[in-house]
């Protein structure tokens, strides 16, 4: 019995600990690491006390392929390693693979809707007082920095760099986005949910990352056209009407997403160029990400510091330093989690947990777009939101065979 009380505190710790590693991540990493170690090291206490991993063999089965190709990814990822072009060092970031734990202690210590759409909540609401402050500060400082830079170079970056805020604020919003669409409540009201989503959106387009307002507006005409028509023809007519009143410098901005000789798509596009040429050259092995920056030297002079340190492209990066065995596991565990995601969608009967999977279907198409012009995939704070949130619709699953089960023992 004393086991057994043990555990459940752990697993209550853990859960706490998740929570703040998940919702302070933006704002520091410090913080977000220490949750991260102590709840790890819980964990790893927990299954030495009842000698096991508790988890849902039903549940389990159903990631059986997902989880042998995370295996397999991780096992090219470090299979690279021992073929690195610069050896030393090679393996030192390998930590990062450790947060692949977020999606499976997610789906395992998340035993029921309640805990998860609490700390969906306490997300959200931590991000939305974030992004009250920035924009506090943003409009405190606005008036010098015009005169100082033009408006497309006023980016709001102060508690992280613009790209990796505006990642997470785009997960995080769309996750319940499609929570403002159903009758039924998210805790509390729409209206009252909005009113906590507006900051978080504000914020995030004036990061003015291309990346995530062309992510964003993908899957802003995706709800519409499958979830929700109003909202649709509403959104098309705000974005004519946008292009007319938002100042010269965003929309100049936006449209440079298509300018193939604007200096950042040029530079990008010379990395991929860079990084299939790493590719050929390794095709089975990889370049392995260390030393980027010096193994990019070789092939081309960059023209400006940020050229080459990584290739803006994850499925490149993926490609150039793990190869062809580590970028089609890469693909094919992604490809598998969005099939369970789309199936868990089209079962679910719940409203409110009906949108939260689609919410968790919106993160992942998300995450793939940016990551096309951004190496995202190699970013903590980012990984650390996206893996929770891709493991909401598990974690629904499971609550919905756990209510099954429980009917089925009551007849």
Not at 211 to 240: D, H, P, Q, S, W
Request: aromatic share 16%; net charge positive; hydrophobic share 55%.
């Amino acid at each position: 019995m004393n086991r057994e009380r043990v555990s459940q505190g752990i697993d209550k710790a853990i859960l706490i600990l998740l929570t703040i590693q998940i919702s302070f991540v933006s704002i520091s990493i410090a913080v977000s690491s220490i949750a991260f170690g102590i709840w790890l090291g819980l964990w790893i206490i927990q299954i030495v006390i009842d000698r096991k991993i508790i988890y849902d063999k039903d549940l389990f089965n159903e990631t059986k392929y997902i989880n042998i190709f995370i295996l397999l990814y991780i096992f090219f990822e470090i299979f690279s390693r021992f073929f690195a072009v610069y050896p030393e060092g090679a393996f030192a970031n390998l930590k990062r693979l450790l947060l692949f734990l977020i999606f499976y202690v997610s789906i395992i210590k998340i035993i029921d809707y309640k805990t998860l759409s609490r700390i969906l909540f306490f997300n959200i609401c931590i991000l939305s007082i974030i992004s009250v402050i920035e924009l506090v500060q943003y409009t405190l400082k606005f008036g010098e920095l015009i005169n100082q830079m033009q408006f497309s170079e006023i980016r709001i970056d102060y508690f992280n760099y613009p790209l990796t805020t505006a990642e997470i604020k785009m997960m995080s919003l769309l996750s319940v986005f499609p929570l403002l669409f159903i009758k039924d409540k998210f805790i509390l009201s729409k209206q009252y949910l909005l009113l906590i989503l507006i900051p978080i959106f504000i914020s995030m387009l004036l990061t003015q990352s291309r990346n995530v307002l062309l992510a964003t507006f993908v899957c802003f005409l995706i709800f519409g056209i499958f979830a929700n028509r109003k909202f649709l023809i509403t959104f098309i007519l705000i974005i004519i009407l946008s292009s007319f009143v938002l100042p010269s410098g965003y929309t100049d901005r936006v449209k440079s997403i298509v300018d193939l000789n604007h200096p950042s798509n040029e530079a990008r596009l010379n990395m991929w160029n860079v990084g299939f040429e790493m590719f050929k050259d390794h095709p089975f092995t990889g370049i392995a990400d260390s030393h980027i920056k010096e193994i990019y030297e070789t092939y081309r002079k960059p023209e400006s510091a940020a050229e080459g340190v990584h290739l803006h492209n994850n499925f490149i990066m993926i490609l150039a330093t793990t190869g062809i065995f580590g970028f089609l596991s890469f693909i094919i565990m992604f490809v598998l989690i969005f099939i369970k995601q789309i199936k868990y969608f089209k079962k679910e009967s719940d409203q409110t947990c009906k949108m939260l999977i689609l919410g968790s279907i919106l993160v992942m198409i998300s995450f793939q777009i940016s990551g096309i012009f951004e190496w995202s995939f190699g970013d903590h704070e980012v990984m650390t939101v996206f893996y929770f949130l891709i493991a909401v619709p598990f974690v629904i699953y499971k609550s919905d065979i756990a209510k099954i089960s429980n009917t089925l023992k009551q007849f």
